[in-house]
C-alpha cells in the first residue's frame, strides 16, 4: 500500500480523499491555492502546499506546480479526485514518467474511453447499447446526410472531444445537418483542440440513467449498480438517487452488466462511471464514460456498502478487488442534494461570502459530505458546491421523507444555498411518483 499520497484537488472530495487515505493508514498532502490558505481540511493533512495562485491554471490545473510539490514531499502516489486534471491523459502520462502512481486508470485506458467515438466503437464491440449513429467521425456534409438517411431525425452532431455540454448541436431535418457540420468541426477544433464530430440520433424525453464500475490490474471488473441523475439544469446533476426508481430490474441489471464488459475490454483499472439515457421504453444507450470518481459516488456506497474511494486507492496499488460481482448487493434507497453556493430564486447567482451560520443535519441514515465550518469564506474562484447531503432509507419514500426532514433542519446563512429548491423538490409530486426526465427541473423552474 501507499506510504504517503499527493491530493490534486479542492473542497469536499479533497476532504473526502483524506478521510479514505487516514483510514487505510496513509500519510496525506495536500495542495492549495492562495484562495485555499484557510481551509479548514488543509489542518487534517500531513502536509498542505501551498501550489500558487487562485486561478486554476496557477495552481489545480497546473501540472509543473502539482509534480513539484509531489516530488518536494516524496508522495508514492497523486489522487486527482475529480474535475482539474483529473481526466487529462497527460497529467497521468507525467505522472508515470515521474515514476508517481496516479490513482486511476492508464493513460492509454483514459484515452480510449475519453474519445467518444473510441469510446462508442469499443462498447459496440463489447455489446452496451449506443445510439444509432456513425461509425466514427465523420468527414463531411454528404456523409453525415446519408448517416441521416439510415437512422432518421432528430439528430444531434457532437465533438468526439466534447465535454461539459459543450459543442452539441441538435438537427431537425437535412438543410440543418448540412448547414451545421462544417461549423460543428470548427467550434470543436477550437475548443477541444480536436475537430472530430460525429452523430447520432437525438432523444427528445430522456431519463439519465448511469452505472458505477471499478477495476483492478488483474483483470477484474464489477458494476455497484446505477445512479438516476436526470433532475439537471443546464446539463449539472443537481439531485441523484440509487437504484434508478421504477425501471425493470432485469434491464438494469444487463445494462449494469454491460458497463462491466466495457471496462474489463479497455483493461481499465480504477472507479469510473458509464453513462446512459433511458428512452420511455427503457431502452438504454450510452452517452459516455468518465474516467475518474464522481460527485454522486456517495449514493453508491450508501446502497452498495462499498467506499469507492478507498477501492480506487486500493486498485492503484496492485491489490485486487476485495468481492466479486456476484457479492455486490443493493440495499435500500439512497439519494443526494447538491448543495451550491447559489441564489436558486435569482436565476442561480453564485453567492461567495463567508458562513456565519451552519447548522447541518444528523441522525439515523444521514451524511453530509463537506469541507464547510462556521467561519469558512466561500471563495468566488471555483464552483459552487459547499456539500453533499446524503441520506439513506430502507426505501424511496422513506428515503425522501428523511432527506426532507434533514434538509429542514439545515440552517446555512447568510449566503445563498439551493437548499430551498430541494426542499420544494422532495415535496414535488412528479419527483415523488420517480422518473422525471432529464429537462424537467428546467421546465418547472420557468
Ligand atoms: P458532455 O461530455 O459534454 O457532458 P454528453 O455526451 O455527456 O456530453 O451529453 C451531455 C448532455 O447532452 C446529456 O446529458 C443530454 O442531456 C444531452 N445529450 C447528449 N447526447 C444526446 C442524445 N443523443 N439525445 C438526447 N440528448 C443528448
Same mark, same amino acid.
Given at each position: 500500500?501507499?506510504?504517503?499520497?499527493?491530493?490534486?484537488?479542492?473542497?469536499?472530495?479533497?476532504?473526502?480523499?483524506?478521510?479514505?487515505?487516514?483510514?487505510?493508514?496513509?500519510?496525506?498532502?495536500?495542495?492549495?491555492?492562495?484562495?485555499?490558505?484557510?481551509?479548514?481540511?488543509?489542518?487534517?493533512?500531513?502536509?498542505?502546499?501551498?501550489?500558487?495562485?487562485?486561478?486554476?491554471?496557477?495552481?489545480?490545473?497546473?501540472?509543473?506546480?502539482?509534480?513539484?510539490?509531489?516530488?518536494?514531499?516524496?508522495?508514492?502516489?497523486?489522487?486527482?479526485?475529480?474535475?482539474?486534471?483529473?481526466?487529462?491523459?497527460?497529467?497521468?502520462?507525467?505522472?508515470?514518467?515521474?515514476?508517481?502512481?496516479?490513482?486511476?486508470?492508464?493513460?492509454?485506458?483514459?484515452?480510449?474511453?475519453?474519445?467518444?467515438?473510441?469510446?462508442?466503437?469499443?462498447?459496440?464491440?463489447?455489446?452496451?447499447?449506443?445510439?444509432?449513429?456513425?461509425?466514427?467521425?465523420?468527414?463531411?456534409?454528404?456523409?453525415?446526410?446519408?448517416?441521416?438517411?439510415?437512422?432518421?431525425?432528430?439528430?444531434?452532431?457532437?465533438?468526439?472531444?466534447?465535454?461539459?455540454?459543450?459543442?452539441?448541436?441538435?438537427?431537425?431535418?437535412?438543410?440543418?445537418?448540412?448547414?451545421?457540420?462544417?461549423?460543428?468541426?470548427?467550434?470543436?477544433?477550437?475548443?477541444?483542440?480536436?475537430?472530430?464530430?460525429?452523430?447520432?440520433?437525438?432523444?427528445?424525453?430522456?431519463?439519465?440513467?448511469?452505472?458505477?464500475?471499478?477495476?483492478?490490474?488483474?483483470?477484474?471488473?464489477?458494476?455497484?449498480?446505477?445512479?438516476?441523475?436526470?433532475?439537471?439544469?443546464?446539463?449539472?446533476?443537481?439531485?441523484?438517487?440509487?437504484?434508478?426508481?421504477?425501471?425493470?430490474?432485469?434491464?438494469?441489471?444487463?445494462?449494469?452488466?454491460?458497463?462491466?464488459?466495457?471496462?474489463?475490454?479497455?483493461?481499465?483499472?480504477?472507479?469510473?462511471?458509464?453513462?446512459?439515457?433511458?428512452?420511455?421504453?427503457?431502452?438504454?444507450?450510452?452517452?459516455?464514460?468518465?474516467?475518474?470518481?464522481?460527485?454522486?459516488?456517495?449514493?453508491?456506497?450508501?446502497?452498495?456498502?462499498?467506499?469507492?474511494?478507498?477501492?480506487?486507492?486500493?486498485?492503484?496499488?496492485?491489490?485486487? #478487488?476485495?468481492?466479486?460481482?456476484?457479492?455486490?448487493?443493493?440495499?435500500?434507497?439512497?439519494?443526494?442534494?447538491?448543495?451550491?453556493?447559489?441564489?436558486?430564486?435569482?436565476?442561480?447567482?453564485?453567492?461567495?461570502?463567508?458562513?456565519?451560520?451552519?447548522?447541518?443535519?444528523?441522525?439515523?441514515?444521514?451524511?453530509?459530505?463537506?469541507?464547510?465550518?462556521?467561519?469558512?469564506?466561500?471563495?468566488?474562484?471555483?464552483?459552487?458546491?459547499?456539500?453533499?447531503?446524503?441520506?439513506?432509507?430502507?426505501?424511496?419514500?422513506?428515503?425522501?421523507?428523511?432527506?426532507?426532514?434533514?434538509?429542514?433542519?439545515?440552517?446555512?446563512?447568510?449566503?445563498?444555498?439551493?437548499?430551498?429548491?430541494?426542499?420544494?423538490?422532495?415535496?414535488?409530486?412528479?419527483?415523488?411518483?420517480?422518473?422525471?426526465?432529464?429537462?424537467?427541473?428546467?421546465?418547472? #423552474?420557468?
Amino acid at each position: 500500500m501507499f506510504r504517503r499520497v499527493l491530493i490534486a484537488n479542492r473542497g469536499e472530495i479533497a476532504l473526502r480523499i483524506l478521510r479514505a487515505c487516514h483510514e487505510l493508514g496513509i500519510e496525506v498532502v495536500c495542495v492549495y491555492s492562495d484562495a485555499d490558505r484557510d481551509a479548514p481540511y488543509l489542518r487534517l493533512a500531513d502536509r498542505a502546499i501551498c501550489i500558487g495562485g487562485a486561478p486554476a491554471k496557477d495552481s489545480y490545473l497546473n501540472i509543473s506546480r502539482i509534480i513539484s510539490a509531489a516530488e518536494i514531499a516524496d508522495v508514492d502516489a497523486i489522487h486527482p479526485g475529480y474535475g482539474f486534471l483529473a481526466e487529462r491523459a497527460d497529467f497521468a502520462e507525467v505522472c508515470r514518467d515521474c515514476k508517481v502512481e496516479f490513482i486511476g486508470p492508464s493513460p492509454e485506458a483514459m484515452r480510449l474511453l475519453g474519445d467518444k467515438v473510441d469510446a462508442k466503437k469499443t462498447a459496440k464491440a463489447a455489446k452496451v447499447p449506443i445510439f444509432p449513429g456513425s461509425d466514427g467521425a465523420i468527414e463531411d456534409e454528404d456523409e453525415a446526410v446519408e448517416v441521416a438517411a439510415k437512422i432518421g431525425y432528430p439528430l444531434i452532431i457532437k465533438a468526439a472531444a466534447g465535454g461539459g455540454g459543450r459543442g452539441m448541436r441538435v438537427c431537425r431535418n437535412e438543410a440543418s445537418l448540412r448547414s451545421n457540420i462544417r461549423g460543428a468541426q470548427q467550434e470543436a477544433l477550437a475548443a477541444f483542440g480536436n475537430g472530430a464530430v460525429f452523430i447520432e440520433k437525438f432523444l427528445e424525453r430522456a431519463r439519465h440513467v448511469e452505472v458505477q464500475v471499478i477495476g483492478d490490474k488483474h483483470g477484474h471488473a464489477v458494476h455497484l449498480f446505477e445512479r438516476d441523475c436526470s433532475l439537471q439544469r443546464r446539463h449539472q446533476k443537481i439531485i441523484e438517487e440509487a437504484p434508478a426508481p421504477g425501471v425493470d430490474r432485469k434491464k438494469l441489471n444487463a445494462v449494469c452488466e454491460s458497463a462491466a464488459r466495457l471496462i474489463k475490454a479497455a483493461q481499465y483499472a480504477g472507479a469510473a462511471t458509464v453513462e446512459f439515457l433511458m428512452d420511455d421504453e427503457q431502452n438504454f444507450s450510452m452517452l459516455e464514460v468518465n474516467t475518474r470518481v464522481q460527485v454522486e459516488h456517495p449514493v453508491t456506497e450508501m446502497v452498495t456498502g462499498t467506499d469507492i474511494v478507498k477501492l480506487s486507492i486500493q486498485v492503484a496499488a496492485g491489490e485486487p #478487488l476485495p468481492f466479486r460481482q456476484r457479492d455486490v448487493r443493493l440495499s435500500g434507497h439512497a439519494i443526494e442534494c447538491r448543495i451550491n453556493a447559489e441564489d436558486p430564486d435569482r436565476n442561480f447567482m453564485p453567492s461567495a461570502g463567508t458562513i456565519t451560520t451552519w447548522h447541518p443535519p444528523g441522525g439515523p441514515g444521514v451524511r453530509l459530505d463537506s469541507h464547510v465550518v462556521t467561519g469558512y469564506r466561500v471563495p468566488p474562484n471555483y464552483d459552487s458546491m459547499v456539500g453533499k447531503l446524503i441520506v439513506h432509507a430502507e426505501d424511496r419514500v422513506s428515503c425522501i421523507r428523511r432527506m426532507e426532514r434533514s434538509l429542514h433542519e439545515f440552517e446555512v446563512g447568510p449566503i445563498k444555498t439551493t437548499i430551498p429548491l430541494h426542499r420544494r423538490l422532495m415535496q414535488d409530486a412528479a419527483f415523488e411518483h420517480g422518473g422525471v426526465d432529464i429537462h424537467y427541473l428546467e421546465r418547472t #423552474l420557468k
